[in-house]
């Protein structure tokens, strides 16, 4: 029981636990003499009664903090499902909705540490046996060292070097320790060096090599001021992405073009598109819309992560709308910054 905790002020509070007290003692010593009791007799009653109030006041006052304490202890061990009550009005209870805040972000950010180990000892390990696999039979004289061999393993090989170096890459961009190094850039030239990489990659894979890549700039001499790497990488891991996702023979747009205070790139495919309960959490770490065809492909799920984070960084803004009649549009407005 909290009977102060309307009370919107731990001053009031006092005050009121004081008032109280002072009140109880004047009781007591009044009806002490009324009665005919000696006076020692009624101070001492009232010493009590008064102690007695003020306990059962301050209770209900410093009960949250008792509370916080016993929390912040099982938090230290790793349990933070504890909350404490924060019914009060006062400082104190402003304080306890602090603390369970804080608590909720805390677990939220263990869960978020426990998948990200999941994700990537998943990740790591896959690679890793189909290397260890192909090195056993040929240690074993199962298969011979050739071409096709040691091609396979350069390929898993450059996959465990790719989710490495996003792994590394969303960490910095995470904590803010990539810092932007803004320039006026040429959007053209920032399309078709992601294209023209998407192409030099596709000739050591089978089938992307046969998917039209077309670069469509509005007006041609479009520029923007923005980091050139960083926006490079958005606009690879995109193309990477819609192609991933096409149809032999389809087609992935390219473009960019001038808003009114922004400039916008869109990747457009012809693949199945996202549904649009799906279209919030592509950009999750580790998350997969197809997850058979994307482990097959080598996707690891963490590109529009690192594209979102890096266009976050730039004030602007990702998203992605469906396509008539099938496929996925990804839009990038970045701010029409200096120039």
Do not use: C
Request: charged fraction near 25%; avoid cysteine.
């Amino acid at each position: 029981m909290r009977p102060l905790d309307r009370v919107g002020s731990l001053k009031l509070k006092l005050g009121a636990v004081i008032v109280a007290a002072v009140g109880v003692t004047v009781v007591s010593v009044y009806v002490g003499v009324r009665l005919g009791a000696p006076l020692w007799v009624s101070g001492l009653a009232a010493g009590i009664l008064s102690l007695a109030m003020v306990q059962f006041l301050a209770r209900g006052m410093t009960s949250p903090l008792r509370e916080m304490a016993v929390a912040a202890g099982d938090m230290a061990t790793g349990d933070y499902s504890k909350r404490v009550t924060e019914t009060s009005q006062d400082e104190v209870g402003d304080l306890a909705r602090a603390f369970n805040n804080m608590a909720a972000d805390l677990a939220q950010l263990d869960q978020t540490r426990r998948d990200l180990v999941a994700n990537v000892s998943h990740e790591l390990r896959t690679p890793i046996s189909a290397l260890r696999a192909v090195l056993e039979n040929i240690v074993d004289g199962i298969e011979p060292p050739d071409r096709a061999t040691l091609e396979t393993m350069l390929h898993q090989v450059e996959r465990l070097g790719r989710l490495v170096q996003q792994l590394l890459d969303l960490s910095r961009l995470e904590s803010g320790a990539l810092p932007l190094e803004r320039k006026t850039v040429a959007a053209r030239s920032l399309l078709e060096r992601a294209v023209h990489e998407w192409r030099v990659n596709a000739e050591h894979t089978d089938g992307s090599a046969h998917i039209n890549v077309a670069v469509e700039v509005r007006p041609p001499d479009l520029e923007l001021y923005a980091d050139p790497e960083r926006v490079h990488q958005v606009i690879s891991n995109l193309v990477s992405n819609a192609v991933r996702h096409s149809p032999q023979g389809g087609r992935v747009v390219v473009g960019a073009q001038r808003e009114a205070h922004a400039v916008a790139f869109e990747v457009t495919d012809e693949g199945p598109g996202v549904p649009p309960t799906e279209s919030a959490r592509v950009f999750g770490r580790f998350y997969r819309l197809d997850e058979g065809r994307a482990a097959m492909d080598g996707g690891s799920g963490l590109g529009l992560a690192i594209a979102r984070w890096i266009v976050e960084l730039h004030g602007g803004e990702i998203s992605i709308e469906d396509q008539e009649p099938t496929g996925a549009r990804f839009v990038v407005r970045l701010p029409q910054g200096e120039l």
